[in-house]
C-alpha cells in the first residue's frame, strides 16, 4: 500500500493533570502517523508508561510501527509525537517548543477543563497553536448542554472529534490499537491537519 505524502507532524500531548488519556492519545496519534512514514514515540515521563507499552507491545510479538525515544534530540526524521508527565513544567514547555501543534486531553468536566487552561497559555506564549480534545466522553457527556456550556465559558479551543469511554480502548494497554480502536483519534488527526493548513494559508495571505 502507498503511503501518504501528508506532510510529518509534531504534536505534543500535555495536560498538567494525570488519568486523562494522554498516553493512550499520544501511542495513537504516533501509530497513525507512522501509516504515513516515519513516526517517532517520544516519552518524557519519567514513569515511562508510553515505553512500557511501546517494549511490552514489542515482547508480545506485536510491535508498534513507531519508533521509541526517551528524550527530544535534533530535528526528527518525519512525524514526532511527545507524550509529557503531568506537574513537570519543564518537560512540559520542551514539548511545546518542540511542537506544531499542542493537544490537551481532558474529561469533559469542569475540575478537568479549568486544568486544560494553563496548558493551553504556555502555548499560547510561544504561539504555538493549541486545541483541547475531550476524552473519556460517553452519549450523555458529550452531547450534555452543561459540558458545552463549560466550554464556551472558558473559552477554550476544542476540538469536535472526541474519543469515547470504550472498555475495549482500556484493555488495550501493550499491545498496538486497532483500525476501529483508532477511528476517534483518525478523526482528530484529521481535524489537528486541517486546522494547521489553514494557519498556514492565512499566513501567506499576510505575507
Do not use: C, Y
Amino acid at each position: 500500500m502507498a503511503k501518504d505524502t501528508a506532510r510529518p507532524l509534531t504534536i505534543a500531548v500535555v495536560n498538567s493533570k494525570g488519568g486523562v488519556g494522554k498516553t493512550t492519545t499520544a501511542v495513537a496519534l504516533a501509530e497513525l502517523l507512522a501509516e504515513e512514514g516515519p513516526a517517532e514515540l517520544v516519552d518524557l515521563d519519567p514513569q515511562g508508561s508510553a515505553d512500557d507499552w511501546h517494549r511490552s507491545a514489542a515482547t508480545a510479538g506485536t510491535p508498534m510501527v513507531a519508533t521509541l525515544a526517551r528524550s527530544i534530540t535534533g530535528p526528527p526524521a518525519g512525524s514526532r509525537v511527545i507524550d509529557t508527565p503531568p506537574g513537570h513544567p519543564e518537560a512540559i514547555r520542551r514539548a511545546i517548543d518542540a511542537a506544531d501543534l499542542v493537544l490537551v486531553p481532558s474529561q469533559p468536566w469542569l475540575g478537568d477543563l479549568k486544568r486544560a487552561v494553563p496548558s493551553l497559555a504556555e502555548a499560547t506564549t510561544t504561539g504555538t497553536p493549541a486545541m483541547v480534545l475531550l476524552t473519556m466522553t460517553d452519549a450523555r457527556t458529550i452531547d450534555d448542554d452543561g459540558a458545552r456550556e463549560i466550554l464556551d465559558t472558558l473559552e477554550l479551543p476544542t476540538l469536535d472529534a472526541h474519543v469515547p469511554r470504550a472498555v475495549a480502548i482500556g484493555r488495550a494497554w501493550g499491545a498496538p490499537l486497532t483500525f476501529f480502536q483508532l477511528e476517534p483519534w483518525r478523526a482528530a488527526l484529521a481535524e489537528v491537519r486541517e486546522l494547521l493548513d489553514d494557519l498556514a494559508a492565512t499566513r501567506e495571505g499576510t505575507r
